[in-house]
């Protein structure tokens, strides 16, 4: 092209200022670049979102079964009551069908995390033991504190949930 009045060339291109960029690229990110960016984004927001619905999923779930087998532990209350009776009254003798029927019982409920607890001499705590009455009793010496003397009724828990505390007489130490 001819220049007419000597005037220089005006160009538009956009002049790069950086020398570490090659010539003819700007400093701005190209459009595909910024939008498979955000795509990425997109997909790991998404991904971390299904992890965390997974994961809630999950715990409920845990949390329903927990409640499920509670509820049923507690209805079977009185039945293991009267079995722990029977045992603790010599009423269910080795090797009568009544003794195998309960031991049975034990043994499936003990498959599904139930746990029956509360002994005489174990340290009293209230997250597990329930007082009824305290006693004057014989605590052994190196009792730190209130002790459990007698059990009127064992507690029950699956897997940490108490589903009722041992019923308990208490004495306290010397």
Known sequence: ???DNNQPEQTTEAVNDDPQQPAGQSNEPHPDTALAQQRLDDLQRLQAEYVNYKRRVDRDREQAHART???FVESLLPVLDEIHLAREHGDLGEGTPF???ADKLDAILARY???RF?????AFDPQHHEALMHVEGEVPEDAEGPTVVQVMQPGYKVGDKVVRPARVAVADPK
């Open 118 to 122: 509360g002994d005489a001499g174990d």
């Open 99 to 101: 003794a195998k029927i």
């Open 69 to 71: 087998l509670g509820g």
């Open 1 to 3: 092209m001819s220049n």
């Open 113 to 115: 995390g139930l746990e």
